[in-house]
């Protein structure tokens, strides 16, 4: 077992370049397309909760309160993301 | 409840779900999630070897801010998820049945019912420091037929739930008509 130090290995900064698709699509682009890919993924499973929520549970007093705060909360993580504005949540936020 | 139509003269006594302590436990792994990104940078610092990791997790970058933001996202869409299977479960007592509602994911929901003039036996089981601190426990119904057993796992008060069954067991048998 080597007794070097570990050492940190850089983030893979070239990564792009190196595939050679820095020519298709930007980083910046990329990581604003994975964003996107995140909340459709999310649009498509609060779509399903609340379809669950409204079938299921209508009579409860919850129901509405519930789906209001989880569509709040994530919409405050979301502008976190994409603006680093987390609104109510910025000061528990770096 | 749409799950089922309640009968001219039916009505729900009470609705049961899950004791609150245990879907809190539930919740804990989803709570773990969330600080990792918070917790692991202090931890790493700790540790001499692993220290110069502790610069990855830079929040003020617009990617590191992304993840975290994608992160934190994700992990509390799971935690409502989680509550939303949890509020979705349901033991429902009408005065004429026993009605077990079990949500185990989404787009799979299963509704039983157990006429209470079937019903034979009721158990309850409080084991454990915990349960019996807290007032948590399992309650089984059993029914005249051996194939229909139904449980409640990790119910509050137990033994004031199996009271009332039992009440409505012997108050309301000759009202029901057994199809």
């Known amino acids: 077992m080597p007794d070097q130090p570990l050492q940190p290995f850089a983030p893979p900064t070239a990564l792009f370049e190196k595939l050679n698709l820095s020519s298709i699509i930007s980083p910046a682009a990329a990581v604003e397309w994975a964003l996107y890919a995140v909340f459709a993924f999310w649009a498509i499973y609060t779509l399903v909760a609340i379809y669950h929520w409204l079938k299921y549970s209508h009579a409860s007093w919850l129901a509405f309160p519930a789906m209001g705060v989880h569509i709040f909360i994530s919409l405050c993580l979301m502008s976190y993301a994409l603006s680093g504005n987390g609104l109510f949540l910025a000061p528990f936020l770096p | ?179």
């Open chain 2, 1 to 179: 409840m749409k799950e089922f139509e309640l009968g001219p003269d039916e009505h729900v006594v009470l609705q049961a779900r899950k004791h609150w302590f245990l879907f809190l436990t539930e919740l804990l792994p989803y709570a773990i999630f969330a600080i990792v990104p918070f917790a692991l940078p202090k931890l790493l610092a700790l540790a001499p070897p692993f220290a110069p990791y502790a610069a990855f997790f830079d929040y003020t970058s617009i990617t590191g801010r992304a993840l975290l933001g994608v992160w934190l996202l994700v992990t509390w869409t799971s935690a409502w998820g989680a509550f939303t299977r949890y509020f979705l479960n349901a033991w429902v007592l009408t005065n004429q049945r026993i009605a077990t509602i079990k949500q185990r994911t989404f787009f799979v929901r299963e509704v039983s019912s157990l006429l209470l003039p079937r019903v034979q036996d009721v158990t309850t089981n409080v084991a454990g420091v915990i349960p019996s601190l807290l007032g948590i426990g399992d309650i089984k119904v059993q029914s005249a037929g051996a194939e229909v057993e139904f449980t409640m796992r990790g119910i509050p008060h137990p033994e004031q739930m199996r009271d009332v069954i039992l009440k409505y067991v012997s108050a309301e048998p000759e009202k029901v008509t057994v199809v």
